[in-house]
């Protein structure tokens, strides 16, 4: 089982930045890709960025080039730095992991909002 507890979020004007954590633990060592999803409401959930074991990035077309995910492997934790906001960035930023099983993990939720 893997646990994961986000930071971070908050109010901030367009164009300002934010960073999200994400410290995972539990069984650790099981974990082979971490990321960050996203759901507006009336929207359906969708991926942010991810970051493997590798170190392989992939992001979502609508954050490219403005976030940036990353990973600290000691401190078992991932980033997400999010720069130049916009009001469509507004949701809730969840925190995933997937472990070399196939199993999914997700934190608890952390609300962005994004103002005009």
């Known amino acids: 089982q893997v646990q994961l507890v986000q930071s971070g979020g908050g109010l901030v004007q367009a164009g300002g930045s934010l960073r999200l954590s994400c410290v995972a633990s539990g069984s650790i060592f099981s974990i082979n890709v971490m990321g960050w999803y996203r759901q507006a409401p009336g929207k359906q959930r969708e991926l942010v960025a991810r970051?493997?074991?590798?170190?392989?990035?992939n992001y979502g077309d609508s954050v490219k080039g403005r976030f940036t995910i990353s990973r600290d492997k000691a401190k078992n934790t991932v980033y997400l730095q999010m720069n130049s906001l916009k009001p469509e960035d507004t949701a809730v930023y969840y925190c995933?992991?997937?472990?070399?099983?196939?199993?999914?993990?997700w934190g608890q939720g952390t609300q962005v909002t994004v103002s005009s």
């Open positions: 995933t992991a997937a472990d070399w099983g196939g199993d999914d993990y």
């Open positions: 970051i493997t074991s590798r170190g392989t990035r």
